[in-house]
């Protein structure tokens, strides 16, 4: 069973930092990452998509790596500002998963302080 | 625009009663899901479809039922028999074709029991 694992579970950082959000999973046949943001109370935005032959993918200041073999991904997040304080998730797509579902880490809630 | 809307934002359900959740989305995409998330436990998955008249159980199905009956509508009916169903529930959609898709996600509907 696909497990995934988000550490750690709340960080804060200063203003101009970088932040780097981690992200496990136990079976590496998977068919995608993708991470996501979420504000209180709100949706689920779409941040980045990682295709398992890809080793990594940016978007302006978000690069995001994926290491099928180790089971990790990172988020990084260049010059941190204090609209980026939400919470950030992964989640991947098992192969074996029925119906393609996304299988959710917990989560690591990032506080940006001015 | 394109992309998923769900209604209400805010529901209350009295005991005993059975509460429809509704979720569209004109993104052209074959599948839907419905996840519940509470806090300290992440998303969880509940339904799913693949394709119109075609739907499947999730993890955490019972006290819950569905209906695929248009492309762009995937509701979700929340019934007496769930014991508790006070959450945030979250509607998304992907194209569905293999898992090499990505996920998009509605900003929710929170249901309350009074």
């Known amino acids: 069973k696909q497990e995934v694992t988000q550490i750690p579970a709340a960080l804060s950082v200063p203003e101009g930092e970088n932040l780097v959000l981690n992200c496990s999973f136990t079976d590496s046949a998977i068919y995608n990452l993708q991470w996501f943001r979420q504000d209180p109370g709100k949706g689920l935005t779409s941040l980045l998509l990682i295709q398992s032959s890809q080793r990594e993918q940016t978007s302006g200041r978000l690069n995001a790596s994926l290491d099928k073999s180790s089971g990790r991904s990172t988020l990084y997040i260049a010059a941190s500002q204090p609209g980026d304080s939400a919470t950030y998730l992964c989640a991947v797509i098992a192969i074996k998963a029925a119906g393609n579902k996304l299988t959710f880490g917990g989560g690591t809630r990032v506080l940006v302080k001015p | 625009d394109g992309g998923i809307t769900q209604s209400p934002k805010y529901l209350f359900r009295k005991e005993g009663q059975n509460v429809t959740l509704s979720c569209e989305q004109n993104?052209?995409?074959?599948?839907m899901y419905w996840y519940r998330q509470d806090p300290g436990q992440g998303l969880r998955l509940i339904y799913y479809?693949?394709?119109?008249?075609?739907?499947q159980k999730g993890d955490i199905a019972e006290g819950y039922s569905v209906s695929r009956e248009k492309k762009e509508s995937f509701p979700l009916t929340v019934t007496s028999a769930q014991k508790n169903p006070t959450a945030f529930y979250l509607c998304a959609s992907s194209l569905g074709q293999g898992g090499n898709t990505e996920a998009f996600f509605g900003q929710g509907t929170r249901l309350t029991v009074v």
């Open positions: 993104l052209n995409h074959d599948a």
């Open positions: 479809s693949q394709i119109v008249n075609d739907f």
